[in-house]
C-alpha cells in the first residue's frame, strides 16, 4: 500500500510505528487533539535525520505525525536542512571515521600535492631522503578509548586520547563533547603541544 512516504527516506530516515505506538505517542502530546481517534487518517513516524551519526549516541527518537503527505513534506524539509548545515557546521562526519585517517596520517592522500609546489610537506606518508614519514612507526600512532556511559541514550561522548600510542600511554588526556568537538579538541590539543615544543 502506498503511504505517499519516499522510498529514500523509508530506508534510512523514518520508520512507521504500529498502530499501538502511533495512538500512545499521539497521546503523549503530539497533537493537541486530546482524542486522537477521531484522527484515524494521522500516522505517527520515527525519525532520524542520520542513522550513521545518531548510533554512537544510543537512542534518542524523534517523531513527526500527521497524514502521509504531511509527513513527507516535514522528513523531506528537515532532511535538506540537516543536510545544509551539516557540511556549514562540520559533522558530516562521525568521529570514528576522521580517526581512522588522523591515526594513520592520512592514507588517502598519499598522493596528495599542495597548492604551491615550492613548499615540500613537512608530513609525507613513508621516510624520504630528507623527511621522516609522518605516522610512519605504527607503536608511537595516536589511540583512543572511548568510556562506556550508563545510559545507552547517551547526549555527548568521552574518550581518553593516547597522542603517542602505546609508546607513552601515560599520556593520555581526557576528552568529551559532540562527534565534532572531539575532532576539535584533538586538533586544538596537538597543535598546543607543537607550539610547546617549539618554544621550550
Not at 502506498?2 to 503530539?30: D, N, V
Not at 568521529?95 to 592520512?106: A, H, L, R, S
Not at 605516522?135 to 593516547?162: G, V
Request: charge should be neutral; glycine fraction near 4%.
Amino acid at each position: 500500500m502506498a503511504t505517499g512516504i519516499p522510498k529514500s527516506y523509508t530506508r534510512s530516515t523514518i520508520e512507521k510505528m504500529e498502530e499501538s505506538m502511533a495512538k500512545l505517542k499521539l497521546q503523549q502530546g503530539l497533537l493537541s487533539n486530546d482524542n486522537p481517534e477521531e484522527l484515524p487518517n494521522f500516522e505517527v513516524w520515527r525519525y532520524s535525520s542520520s542513522a550513521r551519526l545518531d548510533e554512537p549516541y544510543g537512542n534518542h527518537p524523534r517523531y513527526l505525525s500527521g497524514t502521509a503527505p504531511l509527513v513527507a513534506v516535514q522528513a523531506s524539509a528537515i532532511k535538506a536542512l540537516h543536510d545544509e548545515l551539516s557540511l556549514r557546521l562540520g559533522y558530516a562526519v562521525t568521529f570514528d571515521e576522521w580517526f581512522e585517517e588522523w591515526q594513520t596520517g592520512y592514507p588517502s592522500l598519499i598522493n596528495r600535492k599542495g597548492s604551491n609546489s615550492k613548499l615540500k610537506t613537512n608530513y609525507p606518508i613513508v621516510s624520504t631522503q630528507d623527511r621522516k614519514g609522518w605516522r610512519e612507526e605504527k607503536k608511537s600512532r595516536p589511540e583512543y578509548n572511548e568510556w562506556e556511559h550508563p545510559k545507552q541514550n547517551k547526549k555527548l561522548r568521552t574518550i581518553e586520547y593516547f597522542p603517542e600510542g602505546t609508546a607513552k600511554p601515560e599520556s593520555s588526556v581526557v576528552f568529551s563533547g559532540s562527534d565534532s568537538q572531539l575532532i576539535q579538541s584533538i586538533q586544538l590539543f596537538t597543535t598546543c603541544s607543537f607550539i610547546s615544543q617549539l618554544v621550550s
